[in-house]
Nanobody, 121 residues
């Protein structure tokens, strides 16, 4: 399984970005997918998860009502729409995939390379 994340960049506070994560090498719909992020000097943290069918999602509290996770199983791609961005959202964002486990699990086998999101004040 290979994951390729893209869509990061520099944006002003209040702006928006859309991240994408493409999975190759396996059947995308077999995988629970998630976004994590890691700010400089901090530990990696969970951001959002989406179930294999896309019918269930969950978010960390700090991004609820601002971020939306989605997936297109026909295009083997997951998305993270990030609105009302804040400077504290600045981090490297990683996509992750796992074939097993429930949506609530934070264990993931496959990781993308990360894409930098920088929000200026």
């Amino acid at each position: 399984v290979q994951l390729q994340a893209s869509g990061g960049g520099l944006v002003q506070a209040g702006g928006y970005l859309r991240l994408s994560c493409a999975l190759s090498g396996r059947t995308f719909s077999d995988y629970r997918m998630a976004w994590f992020r890691q700010a400089s000097g901090k530990e990696r943290e969970f951001v959002a998860v989406i179930s294999r069918s896309g019918g269930m999602t969950s978010y960390t509290q700090s991004v609820k009502d601002r971020f939306t996770i989605s997936r297109d199983n026909a295009k083997n791609t997951m998305f993270l729409q990030m609105n009302s961005l804040k400077p504290e959202d600045t981090a490297v964002y990683y996509c992750a995939a796992d074939q097993y486990g429930p949506v609530g699990s934070r264990a993931y086998t496959y990781w993308g390379q990360g894409t930098q999101v920088t929000v200026s004040s």
